[in-house]
């Protein structure tokens, strides 16, 4: 049983890993024996998140990346996999937007496609060559629950994770043969710094009414911790998931079956 779950010596790519989500999934990976790649835009927040993980006997490296740069993306990923061959890759970075399909604005609209598809786009090109030649590979896209159900003002956040759940089924019918799965995690509100800073920003001076809301749209009453996320993504990078591909895993606390 102590060998469940194992990652041992797996590297790990994960994108967006310096906070947030991604910083618990890269803890949580590291635990379990992964090599973990982190990479992000802050490469004192990549840091910052490898330093905790070696501090603790895991083993990561930190990079500064935009995942938004395709060559930059290739050029990265060439140099770590001649040392460290590829096995897994979770796309996590992301950035939201509050907005319609009438107020958001063409220049918000393209960045966050920019980021939140053509990004996941850029690592899985660059990446599934290497897996395909190992014929073994696994790959996790961080979709949302807005892409499956209709999300207030959040028209251009709503788009981009939608495409993330299609190109998740896409890679995994186009790769399935090639020994390549692929799956997506669809969570609900998770408590992270973003959510704190947002709350902040938008609602001064009714910060705690306002989470308090926000918690009660899932109907288990709270949001996630990033903790728990991370669990869900350890299970699907291990080979206790390996009849799973093509699936999207909703982690929402019931907000898209029990809202509905």
């Given at each position: 049983?102590?060998?469940?779950?194992?990652?041992?010596?797996?590297?790990?790519?994960?994108?967006?890993?310096?906070?947030?989500?991604?910083?618990?999934?890269?803890?949580v990976l590291a635990k379990a024996g992964g090599v973990i790649h982190i990479f992000d835009?802050?490469?004192?927040?990549?840091?910052?998140?490898?330093?905790?993980?070696?501090?603790?006997?895991?083993?990561?490296?930190?990079?500064?990346?935009?995942?938004?740069?395709?060559?930059?993306?290739?050029?990265?990923?060439?140099?770590?996999?001649?040392?460290?061959?590829?096995?897994?890759?979770?796309?996590?970075?992301?950035?939201?937007?509050?907005?319609?399909?009438?107020?958001?604005?063409?220049?918000?609209?393209?960045?966050?496609?920019?980021?939140?598809?053509?990004?996941?786009?850029?690592?899985?090109?660059?990446?599934?060559?290497?897996?395909?030649?190992?014929?073994?590979?696994?790959?996790?896209?961080?979709?949302?629950?807005?892409?499956?159900?209709?999300?207030?003002?959040?028209?251009?956040?709503?788009?981009?994770?939608?495409?993330?759940?299609?190109?998740?089924?896409?890679?995994?019918?186009?790769?399935?043969?090639?020994?390549?799965?692929?799956?997506?995690?669809?969570?609900?509100?998770?408590?992270?710094?973003?959510?704190?800073?947002?709350?902040?920003?938008?609602?001064?001076?009714?910060?705690?009414?306002?989470?308090?809301?926000?918690?009660?749209?899932?109907?288990?009453?709270?949001?996630?911790?990033?903790?728990?996320?991370?669990?869900?993504?350890?299970?699907?990078?291990s080979d206790e998931a390996a009849f799973v591909t093509g699936t999207d895993f909703p982690?929402?606390?019931?907000?898209?079956?029990?809202?509905?």
């Amino acid at each position: 049983m102590s060998d469940m779950y194992s990652l041992k010596n797996k590297n790990i790519i994960v994108t967006g890993g310096g906070s947030g989500i991604g910083q618990a999934i890269c803890s949580v990976l590291a635990k379990a024996g992964g090599v973990i790649h982190i990479f992000d835009r802050n490469f004192e927040s990549a840091n910052q998140t490898a330093e905790q993980i070696n501090a603790t006997n895991g083993s990561s490296y930190p990079y500064e990346c935009d995942v938004t740069l395709l060559d930059q993306v290739k050029a990265l990923i060439q140099e770590i996999d001649r040392d460290h061959p590829l096995d897994i890759l979770i796309n996590n970075a992301g950035i939201a937007h509050v907005g319609n399909a009438v107020n958001t604005s063409p220049e918000d609209f393209d960045r966050l496609m920019k980021v939140n598809v053509a990004g996941y786009y850029h690592m899985i090109h660059s990446v599934i060559p290497y897996f395909v030649n190992r014929k073994s590979g696994v790959i996790i896209n961080m979709a949302s629950v807005a892409g499956s159900v209709g999300v207030s003002d959040r028209f251009a956040y709503c788009t981009t994770k939608g495409a993330v759940i299609a190109m998740t089924y896409s890679v995994a019918k186009d790769f399935v043969k090639d020994g390549i799965r692929c799956n997506c995690i669809s969570p609900g509100r998770v408590h992270t710094p973003f959510v704190d800073g947002f709350i902040a920003k938008n609602y001064a001076g009714r910060e705690k009414e306002m989470f308090e809301k926000l918690s009660m749209t899932q109907p288990i009453g709270r949001m996630a911790e990033p903790i728990e996320i991370a669990h869900l993504a350890l299970y699907l990078c291990s080979d206790e998931a390996a009849f799973v591909t093509g699936t999207d895993f909703p982690i929402d606390g019931g907000y898209i079956r029990l809202n509905s």
